[in-house]
């Protein structure tokens, strides 16, 4: 069974840095895209930042600047590099990857548990 761990979430104040780590455990055979959401309480889940198997990037305009998302495909693990982090970037962030547990299998999409950021002001 693959899955998706996550860790690196804190308590920190505004300006400080975090970073994130999800694994993905379990037999595959390719991640395709990994990425990173949030949800902050009372509000939806959105996308903070994308990266494809060849490296490509796609951030929210909120964290541009700010966010790093990279990713170690030898270790099926990508990371959220966050810097100048403010209150309104609390929340409750996700992994998420497109994967393939077989060479002839379907995309499927997998989300971690969870971790929770929260940053003071």
């Known amino acids: 069974q693959v899955q998706l761990v996550e860790s690196g979430g804190g308590l920190l104040q505004a300006g400080g840095s975090l970073r994130l780590s999800c694994a993905a455990t379990?037999?595959?055979?390719?991640?395709?895209?990994m990425g990173w959401y949030r949800q902050a309480p009372g509000k939806q889940r959105e996308l903070v930042a994308t990266v494809t198997s060849d490296g490509s990037t796609n951030y929210a305009d909120s964290v541009k600047g700010r966010f790093t998302i990279s990713r170690d495909n030898a270790k099926n693990t990508v990371y959220l590099q966050m810097n100048s982090l403010k209150p309104e970037d609390t929340a409750v962030y996700y992994c998420n990857a497109d994967y393939q547990r077989y060479s002839i299998s379907s995309l499927r999409d997998l989300w971690g548990q969870g971790t929770q950021v929260t940053v003071s002001s």
């Open positions: 379990g037999s595959l055979f390719r991640i395709n895209v």
